[in-house]
Structure formats: structure tokens, C-alpha cells
T-cell receptor
Framework: DTAVSQTPKYLVTQMGNDKSIKCEQNLGHDTMYWYKQDSKKFLKIMFS???????INETVPNRFSPKSPDKAHLNLHINSLELGDSAVYFCASSHQIGTGFSGELFFGEGSRLTVL | DQQVKQNSPSLSVQEGRISILNCDYT??????FLWYKKYPAEGPTFLIS?????DKNEDGRFTVFLNKSAKHLSLHIVPSQPGDSAVYFCAASSSGGSNYKLTFGKGTLLTVNP
């Protein structure tokens, strides 16, 4: 059973298009994240939700909009895609602070987005 | 602005020997540090962590050392095994781990040769 699953794994699209990446976790965690790994290999946090509430929102263009319909899902929608959006996007989840959070994140396999 | 730096992009060691992966940080507010391992086409997985109140944490073959004055930490793997070949990310957080935000380094590719 996959603990954190993302779809699609690969996404190739044209500039200007709108696309979504979906994430689901079956670990019962309250907190979910989106990280971006760009061409320089840095893993940078974009967003974090705790119990469907946005708690971290880094300096990400507002073309990126996360949506958390419930605790087990955190989707990422990207409008008007640009070449610089090409990256691997990782979803992750963790326990909530105060209930066993130790910094341990459980990552999905990543979604490689290529914008042409 | 790289607050967490892994200056060695790659490291190659012989099976059975020690692997030492290094990490430096610049933010004095960081007080909780983690190592993650990543295989190709998979997400990173948590390996080991250390709080700034300690200078060493050991888990089986993996030991993390923290030198706060030098703002430096290292991961020792001994003995190294071919299955340890992966990219290792160093990460840091503030507020003793009660902060959801982790700052990652660029990673070091470890290759363990049989």
C-alpha cells in the first residue's frame, strides 16, 4: 500500500496551460505539504496544510493554488504554466505538532512536470 | 540564499568502509537537524535526526554528529553497503522541531562500490 501517492507521475504540457497534481495519504496524518525540487536540486517548501488549514505559504507565485478538500488530500493547481515551473513536485505528510511530529515527513514519489 | 549547504555533490566509497557526508548551515536559529535518503524515482525517506541539545545520535549503522560552534553536522555510515547508494539530504528546522518548515540542502550522491 502506497502511503503517500501522487498523480500523475509525469506531466508534459505547453506554456500557458493549467494543470493539477493530486496527492493522497493513507497514514492518518493531519499535516500535508508540497515541496518543489528545481533544476538546482534544492527541495523547497511551497505550502503546508494542517487539518485543511493553510499554515505555510512560502513566496510562491499566486498561479499556484493548493486545495485541501479533506485531511487526506492536498492537490496543487497551477495556472498559466511557465518554463520555470518545470520541476519535480513532491507531496508529503506528517504527524501534527504536539502529537508525535518529529520532523519526519513521508514523501510521495514525486511528479515531474515539464513545461515546453 | 543557501541556509543549508552540502558542498560535496557526490561521494564514492568502498563497501565495508565508512561514509562521511557533511552539511553546513548558516542560520543560527536552526536547532533541529535531519537526514533524508532518496533513491531514484522515489521520494526522500527520513533517516535520522538530532536536536541541538545533543552532539551525537546513533541508530544502527548511522550516526549523526553535530558541532554547533562550527554550524556543521555530519552523517557517518559504517560499514557502508551497496544498498546505501542514494542521494542524502541534510535538513534543518528551528523551534526544536516544533516548526513544520524544513530547509533542505542540495543533497550528496553516495555511491558504495562492491
Amino acid at each position: 500500500d502506497t502511503a503517500v501517492s501522487q498523480t500523475p507521475k509525469y506531466l508534459v504540457t505547453q506554456m500557458g496551460n493549467d494543470k493539477s497534481i493530486k496527492c493522497e495519504q493513507n497514514l492518518g496524518h493531519d499535516t500535508m505539504y508540497w515541496y518543489k525540487q528545481d533544476s538546482k536540486k534544492f527541495l523547497k517548501i511551497m505550502f503546508s496544510y494542517n487539518n485543511k488549514e493553510l499554515i505555510i505559504n512560502e513566496t510562491v507565485p499566486n498561479r499556484f493554488s493548493p486545495k485541501s478538500p479533506d485531511k487526506a488530500h492536498l492537490n496543487l493547481h497551477i495556472n498559466s504554466l511557465e518554463l520555470g515551473d518545470s520541476a519535480v513536485y513532491f507531496c508529503a505528510s506528517s504527524h501534527q505538532i504536539g502529537t508525535g511530529f518529529s520532523g519526519e515527513l513521508f514523501f510521495g514519489e514525486g511528479s515531474r512536470l515539464t513545461v515546453l | 540564499d543557501q541556509q543549508v549547504k552540502q558542498n560535496s555533490p557526490s561521494l564514492s566509497v568502498q563497501e565495508g568502509r565508512i561514509s562521511i557526508l557533511n552539511c553546513d548551515y548558516t542560520n543560527s536559529m536552526f536547532d533541529y537537524f535531519l537526514w533524508y535518503k532518496k533513491y531514484p524515482a522515489e521520494g526522500p525517506t527520513f533517516l535520522i535526526s538530532i536536536s541541538s541539545i545533543k552532539d551525537k545520535n546513533e541508530d544502527g549503522r548511522f550516526t549523526v554528529f553535530l558541532n554547533k560552534s562550527a554550524k556543521h553536522l555530519s552523517l557517518h555510515i559504517v560499514p557502508s553497503q551497496p544498498g546505501d547508494s542514494a542521494v542524502y539530504f541534510c535538513a534543518a528546522s528551528s523551534s526544536g522541531g516544533s516548526n513544520y518548515k524544513l530547509t533542505f540542502g542540495k543533497g550528496t550522491l553516495l555511491t558504495v562500490n562492491p
